[in-house]
């Protein structure tokens, strides 16, 4: 068996994405080690048994212009949540910038938003009969 165990996400700045993701999107820090004194192991995780995000600080141009733009504008990345509405809100009152309103469709209620690098996620709570690929 096989399962996707960590991605990675390029940001700016160590420090300022580990706010982002565990201060205002509720995500665990898992780990932050330093490696040398340019590059951090961090890991960082919306549920600590599920897939993990590596957060690797740009240190080339390209690497940089790719901040926020890894999947070319498209969604990304999708975060699973049991309790939508309540979600929502609180990315909301935390600042998270989304691009429309929450919707239902056939799998479940979403709504798109964009992280502090612009890398667009659905937020999704399926509906029980849908099954997880």
Known sequence: MNTLGMITIVVDDYDSAISHYVNELSFSLIEDNIL????R?????????GSKILLAKASTEDQRAAIGNSTGGRVGFFLYTTEFKQTFQKFKSNGIEFMEEPRQEAYGQVVVFRDKYGNKWDLIEQTTNTKSS
């Open 36 to 39: 040398s004194p340019e590059k």
């Open 41 to 49: 192991w961090v890991v960082v995780a919306p549920s600590e048994n």
